[in-house]
Structures are given as structure tokens and as C-alpha cells.
């Protein structure tokens, strides 16, 4: 059975992922920490949508290989795999958590590197396969205050794109999600519920990221940058001195209560 596999997948971008492909009448495999919300969403899609919707409760951090197997035990074939699964922590650097920031790295870099280097071998057994990995805007720019986020994103465009290439001749498209600020519990655990960004009027929702996605899907394209403002943030940055981009977003993002100085 060919299915597509979303990480990521019990709120925020990931839910909202999987409704687009649910709408569209595809079969779906959502992976997630949180087994009540999976059997939850998997009972809203079975019922509203009527297709086949599975669920695998794994901490794709410490064991991706895991979600591997389980397709192959039972029996899916999976032609798109979206990495979305990812947090960050919003702090100085040298008053973050080391192990928090080394669980990120775990969750937002090595396991989707460890998912894409199992699935996209069946992928060029198979002939076509289609890898569509969550980035950020962070992944054009440096982060103070989400440092170590901001870097796990630019390696998540960075591999992507180096991998698009190495894949084009085996009809394996390679693309990567870039949103910004999104109104999700993303910010809660990232404990930064109070910043401007979060707070920004220019903030999308999880459904708006979500039709971005999708349309990387339809399109094949390399990247896509999640609205308007984004798009013209970025394309400004690019023009910018990095050290320059480092201090607009040191200071755009500094807590309102000035927590994380």
C-alpha cells in the first residue's frame, strides 16, 4: 500500500499537512510522540475522509529506524515522506538547557537525515518518491535567542538541496517547507510565548503553512517561503551582510520582558 508518511504529525503544520493529503483521498501514516492526539486525528480522517489513516506513537529522536520497520511490517510503500517533526528554545545560548539543545539536533537534523536516508533507498529502488522536509525562514538567516534552532533549520535547507541534487536523475524530488512565525504551540515550547514574533500581525496559521506545503507536492519546486511578508523579508536578507541579518533578528526577537538577556 503506498502511503505518505508525515513526522510531526499530532498538532501545528504536521496536523494540518496530513488534512491536505486526507482531503485529497490519500492514505496516510502519522508519526508522533503523542499516541491520544494520533488516535484522535486518525478517527477524524477514517471518518470525515474516508481513507486509510495509521498511526505510530515514536520518539523518531532516539529511535527513527523504528518507523522504518514498522512500514516495512506492514507492508507500506511510502512515496512521499514529509519530515516536519521539530522544536526550539528560545534562550540565550548560555543560559540554555545543553541537553534540550542536543535533543534538538536530534530531533530537528539527525532524525530527519536518519528517515531520509532509509525511505529514500526504497525510493530509488522504486523509481519516483517525493521527500518534502519542514525548514523555516530561519534557515536563510542566523538567530540570536534561538541560535541552535536557527542552525538546525539552515542545515535542513542546506542538506536538501545538496540531496535534490544528488536524486534528479531518479525521479526523486527533494523540497523543503520554509514558514515563519505560525500561530501554533510551537512558541509554548519553545518558551517563547512572549516575544514579537510571536506576537507579530504578520504571523500564519498552521493551515495557510500547511497549502504552502502542499503546493510542493503539486509543483515539485525546490522551496517555498509561507506568505507574502516572508517572501519579502528573505529575498531583502539575501541582500544584507549576515552580521547585519544577526542583529535585526537579535533585536526582533528579544522578549518582551527582556527574559532572554
Not at 471518518?47 to 527513527?64: G, R, T
Not at 517525493?130 to 525548514?135: A, D, K, L, R
Not at 531518479?170 to 524530488?173: E, R, T
Not at 509543483?219 to 511578508?229: H, L, M, N, Q, V
Given at each position: 500500500m503506498?502511503?505518505?508518511l508525515?513526522t510531526?504529525?499530532?498538532?501545528?503544520?504536521?496536523k494540518?499537512?496530513?488534512?491536505?493529503?486526507?482531503y485529497?483521498?490519500?492514505d496516510?501514516?502519522?508519526v508522533?510522540?503523542r499516541?491520544?492526539?494520533?488516535?484522535?486525528?486518525?478517527e477524524?480522517?477514517k471518518?470525515?475522509?474516508?481513507?486509510?489513516?495509521?498511526?505510530?506513537?515514536?520518539?523518531?529522536?532516539?529511535?527513527?529506524k523504528r518507523?522504518?520497520?514498522?512500514?516495512?511490517?506492514?507492508?507500506?510503500?511510502v512515496?512521499?515522506l514529509?519530515?516536519?517533526?521539530g522544536?526550539?528554545?528560545?534562550?540565550?545560548?548560555v543560559?540554555?538547557?545543553?541537553?534540550k539543545?542536543?535533543?534538538?539536533v536530534?530531533?530537528?537534523d539527525k532524525?530527519l537525515?536518519?528517515?531520509?536516508?532509509?525511505?529514500?533507498?526504497?525510493?530509488?529502488?522504486?523509481?519516483y518518491g517525493?521527500?518534502?522536509?519542514?525548514?523555516s525562514?530561519?534557515?536563510?538567516?542566523?538567530?540570536?535567542?534561538m541560535?541552535?534552532?536557527?542552525?538546525?533549520?539552515a542545515?535542513?535547507m542546506?542538506?536538501?538541496?545538496?540531496l535534490?541534487?544528488e536524486?534528479?536523475d531518479?525521479?526523486?524530488?527533494v523540497?523543503?517547507?520554509?514558514p515563519g512565525?505560525?500561530?501554533?504551540?510551537?512558541?509554548?515550547?519553545?518558551?517563547?510565548g512572549?516575544?514579537?514574533m510571536?506576537?507579530?500581525v504578520?504571523?500564519?496559521?498552521t493551515?495557510?503553512a500547511?497549502k504552502?506545503?502542499?503546493s510542493?507536492?503539486e509543483?515539485?519546486?525546490?522551496?517555498?517561503?509561507?506568505?507574502?511578508?516572508n517572501?519579502?523579508?528573505?529575498?531583502?536578507a539575501?541582500?544584507l551582510?549576515?552580521e547585519?541579518?544577526?542583529?535585526?533578528?537579535g533585536?526582533?526577537?528579544?522578549?518582551v520582558?527582556g527574559?532572554?538577556?
Open positions: 503506498k502511503i505518505i508525515i510531526g504529525a499530532s498538532s501545528g503544520i504536521g494540518e499537512f496530513a488534512r491536505q493529503f486526507a485529497r483521498g490519500y496516510l501514516l502519522l508522533a510522540r499516541e491520544e492526539l494520533l488516535k484522535e486525528i486518525c477524524e480522517f471518518e470525515e475522509y474516508k481513507i486509510h489513516v495509521d498511526y505510530l506513537a515514536c520518539d523518531i529522536a532516539s529511535d527513527p518507523v522504518y520497520d514498522y512500514c516495512h511490517e506492514k507492508g507500506y510503500e512515496s512521499v514529509i519530515n516536519n517533526a522544536y526550539g528554545d528560545y534562550t540565550s545560548f543560559n540554555a538547557d545543553l541537553e539543545l542536543q535533543k534538538m536530534d530531533l530537528n532524525a537525515m536518519s528517515l531520509t536516508y532509509y525511505f529514500v533507498k526504497d525510493m530509488k529502488e522504486a523509481g517525493h521527500i518534502i522536509n519542514t525548514g525562514v530561519a534557515s536563510f538567516l542566523p538567530g540570536p535567542y541560535a541552535v534552532y536557527y542552525a538546525t533549520k542545515f535542513v542546506s542538506f536538501s538541496l545538496a535534490r541534487e536524486l534528479k531518479f525521479n526523486i524530488k523540497s523543503v517547507l520554509c512565525p505560525v500561530k501554533s504551540e510551537f512558541w509554548d515550547v519553545a518558551d517563547a512572549n516575544t514579537a510571536n506576537h507579530s504578520f504571523s500564519r496559521t493551515t495557510d500547511a504552502t506545503g502542499y510542493l507536492f509543483t515539485g519546486k525546490a522551496f517555498a517561503i509561507d506568505g507574502a511578508f517572501n519579502i523579508l528573505i529575498r531583502c539575501r541582500h551582510p549576515l547585519y541579518c544577526a542583529k535585526a533578528v533585536f526582533v526577537q528579544k522578549k520582558k527574559k532572554a538577556a
